[in-house]
């Protein structure tokens, strides 16, 4: 069950050129993320594992694009990004931790590429 007073999106806009998803709150708080964050942070297994060890760094995202955003029930959406990944589920709950917490999330994924010597191009 969902929390009442947690956020809830009021628009859920992708860009043109597929790079930018914008998600709008009730609040009052807008956030642009980039398609390249939310497939580095996606929520799926595949990235965040089943534990925190099994937590993986995905490098290589910079040029990636959201080609669909899929609606599931009436509390997430599932992005199909043009890498073919789509298995993660964004909640409306973890959009707003990613918006929110922009900083915190994009700088730990810059540390853990800098410290296994990986790229955002490669």
Known sequence: MTDPSAPWPTELRVSKDRKTLTIAFNS?????????YLRVCSPSAEVKGHAPSQKKTVPGKRQVEIIKVEPVGN??????????HNSGIYSWTYFH?????????????????????LSRDR
């Open 28 to 36: 009052g708080e807008r956030h642009e993320l980039s398609a390249e």
């Open 75 to 84: 509390y997430a959406v599932r992005i199909h990004f043009d890498d073919m």
């Open 97 to 117: 931790e990613l918006g929110s917490d922009r900083e915190t999330h994009w700088g730990g994924y810059m540390r853990e590429l800098e410290e296994k010597g």
